[in-house]
Structures are given as C-alpha cells and as structure tokens.
C-alpha cells in the first residue's frame, strides 16, 4: 500500500507496520502464533478539551465538564441497538474510557475479527443522539459521579488535582459534575463529535495473528469518512500559576487513614525526545527513592508508618504532576517523612548502584511491552503524536544517565507540594 512505512529494533524481534489511510493512523503489530486479536482506537480528545477553537472561526468554544466522558458512553448507542451487545454476539469483548487527553475504544476476540474491526468503525464514526437517551444517560453519570463521591481513593486523587492545579482543567474530575452534565444536549454532542471524532484526529492500533496489508485494505474499504483535509482545533488551556493549594483534609468512613502527597511539575513544553527522556528520568528517579528496595520505605514501614508506597507520574506539555499514597496510622508523620526524603536525594543524590538497579529492571519491562497489546498500542500512538516511535523509548531510556535521574528532581519541588488525608469520619 502507498505510504506504508515499518518501525523496527535491530535488538528485538518486533516490527509494527504503519500506514495513513483517508487520514486515518494505522498501526499493525503482527504476532505470529497468538491467538488473542486485538484493535484500539484513540481520538485525540479528551476531558482536558473543554475550551477550543473550531477551524475557521475566531473566538474559542466552551462545552460543559464531562462531555468528553458523556460522549463516551453515547458512542455504543445505534438506532438499531446496543453495540456492545452486538460485540459480545460477535464473541469478542469490548470497552472504552476517556482519559485527560484521550478517549480510546478497543476490544479483543478470538474470531470474527473483520466483523468486529467494522463494528468498531461504526462505533466511533457513526453516532445517534436523541434526547431522551441523552436525558436518561445524564442520570446514569449523575449516579455514577454520586458514588465516586464515597470512594476513598477517587476523593483522594481529585483532591491531590484540584490543589495542585487551579485553573488548568486537568483539575477537573474526567466524569465532570452533577452540574455540568446537565447541560449537555444533541447539538453539544454533535458538535465535539464533528469537530474532533475525524479520521484526522485518530489512530488505530491492531495486534495479533493478523496480516497487515489485509488490515490495511480492509481499513480503507470500511471507511466512510475520509478525514484527510482534518485541522486540528486549537485547544485553550489557561495560565497555570505556579502555586498550590494547602494540605487539606477529608472525612469518609475508613478504617486507616489514607494519605496522598502530590507535587506540580514543570511546564515541559514539546520537545519530543526531552519530553520522554524527562518523563523516564523521572520514573527511574521514583523508583529508587518510594520503591520498595528504596531506603525509605523500610524506614516507614519497620517503624509502621505503611505498608506499602504507591507512586505515579504524569509528564505532559502543558502540565506534569507527581503523586505518592499510602495507608497510615501516622499520616502526617509519614508526609514529612516523605517531603524529608526529597530533601535528602536534593542533598546528597541517590546511590549509583541503586540507579543502575532500577534502570536495567526498566529495560527488562520494555521488552515484555510487546505482550501486552493494550500498553504497546498506548505507548505507541502517543510516542507517534510526538514525533516518535515506541523503538526510540529504548534508545532513550539506554541515554539516561545518574545526572539525569537527579535533574527530574525539578518534578518534586516542596514548594510545589501538597498533601491531602482521608480520615475516618463523615463530612
């Protein structure tokens, strides 16, 4: 096929085929012998996408929080029923989430692979909205914002959010709010649709025993709606300051107090490769200080302040965070402990062997990746939106030196930080 191109490692026995098809990115990782199908669809758009210029016109859009999300749910919707019925009639198994800057739709089987790969065409690319599903939809999320609401961990992270972030809508909770949502309609829905659900604005990711060409052909028979001549929306985002919010408190009924201590990164703005090798420095950087090998967690736990450290990041262009949890007795104990800690590795650095330790078990999870479609097809697409592809995750995480491990320390500002406590009680 014209514009077919292939990544490949000359170290790994693993090539992903690629093409362009009526705007549409392509993605093939052929696996011989597996049994397992796989397809992914991501749209860039997602719940960080409320204010945005529509082509050709001069003022920006606002839409209502959670549309991303809401429209989520609507897209398996069809006049002539339920789609994810249809999968499972198909014997494969389908789902779908939309993420701050992403929504994806996937599924995976064992047969009826060319029929579920044009069910997930028709998904994405064909909606039906009316009002009453849309009305009975809003109160499904209502009820489903109403009970994260009692989840510990999901009260506990949009809090670490809304203190870390004040006005950049990453704060905002992905569903949106029992407010927001009512003000969703068809034409909302048509709009984002329109503006963002385009072949331009996509990719495509399949994994399997399957052939590419016949993936390729196939792709261009089934669709319908050529999005070639896409312009990217601009997407505007507001002028984060660089304070926080205090450390705050939460009451819910739970049986430990659980504590989470967020930091705001840096603006690291899109450069490709300084972007991955930023987001990598800082994740071998965590590893070494909140891992369980680390010194500091055998601290915290042999004095029984937790029992375990639970740590994320996040390094996007325009905004980056960082987060360690854990459940504790002690929690304001274990936060300074925590903040100490940083100040520490500020001090005095992190041990070289530790470093390397971390490093090669990073490499050692690169290569199984491969097996695991629904991370490869992530990791892959988002690499490709960058300028990059998912072999030069290597090549850079090889780059990655003990001084580069300690600059991603710029993520962990202490002036940067916030902690927030779940304790046992109803507020």
């Given at each position: ?5 292939v990544y490949?490692s ?22 011989k ?13 997602g ?24 429209l ?11 789609a ?52 009975r939809?809003?109160?499904v ?50 709009l ?6 385009t ?15 016949w ?23 507001p002028?984060?300051?660089?304070r ?63 029992d ?29 402990r ?13 041990d ?33 939106d ?10 850079i ?20 930080s916030?902690?927030?406590?779940v ?5």
């Amino acid at each position: 096929m014209p514009g077919m191109s292939v990544y490949k490692s000359a170290s790994l026995n693993e090539k992903i085929q690629h093409a362009q098809i009526d705007g549409l990115t392509v993605f093939v990782l052929p696996k011989k012998g597996f049994h397992r199908k796989y397809a992914e669809i991501f749209v860039r758009y997602g719940s960080n996408d409320n204010v945005f210029v529509v082509p050709g016109q001069d003022r920006a859009t606002e839409v209502p929080a959670g549309i991303a999300h809401f429209l989520e749910h609507k897209m398996f919707e069809k006049k002539w029923g339920d789609a994810l019925t249809a999968f499972s009639a198909l014997g494969s198994s389908a789902n779908a989430y939309t993420a701050n800057n992403y929504t994806s739709y996937m599924f995976h089987t064992l047969d009826n692979f060319g029929p579920c790969l044009e069910l997930l065409l028709e998904v994405v690319f064909k909606p039906y909205f009316n009002a009453e599903s849309i009305e009975r939809e809003a109160k499904v999320i209502a009820q489903e914002i109403r009970m994260y609401n009692d989840v510990p961990e999901a009260r506990l992270m949009r809090a670490i959010m809304e203190g870390l972030y004040l006005v950049h809508p990453v704060r905002l909770d992905i569903a949106g709010t029992e407010e927001s949502i009512r003000h969703i309609n068809k034409d909302l829905l048509n709009l984002c649709h329109e503006i963002f659900y385009t072949p331009g604005n996509m990719s495509l990711f399949v994994a399997g025993d399957v052939d590419p060409a016949w993936v390729f052909e196939s792709v261009s028979g089934m669709l319908s709606a050529p999005g070639s001549d896409f312009r990217q929306p601009e997407r505007v985002r507001p002028c984060e300051p660089d304070r926080v919010g205090p450390d705050t408190s939460i009451r819910l009924p739970v049986p430990t107090p659980l504590l989470q201590v967020g930091w705001k990164g840096p603006v690291s703005g899109c450069d490709a490769v300084q972007l991955v090798s930023s987001e990598m420095s800082l994740a071998l950087l965590m590893d070494v200080m909140f891992g369980r090998s680390s010194g500091l967690f055998s601290q915290v736990y042999e004095d029984g302040l937790a029992d375990d450290l639970i740590y994320a990041s996040e390094v996007w262009p325009d905004y980056s965070f960082v987060t360690v949890a854990s459940q504790s007795m002690f929690p304001h104990k274990l936060a300074d402990r925590i903040r100490q800690e940083v100040e520490r590795v500020r001090r005095h650095g992190i041990d070289a062997v530790d470093f390397a330790r971390v490093k090669k078990a990073a490499a050692g999870r690169y290569v199984t990746l491969f097996d695991s479609f629904d991370l490869v097809g992530e990791v892959q697409v988002h690499l490709h939106d960058i300028g990059l592809d998912i072999f030069a995750y290597r090549d850079i995480l090889e780059g990655i030196d003990l001084d580069s491990a300690m600059a991603a320390l710029d993520f962990l500002n202490n002036d940067r930080s916030l902690g927030v406590i779940v304790e046992n009680g109803r507020g």
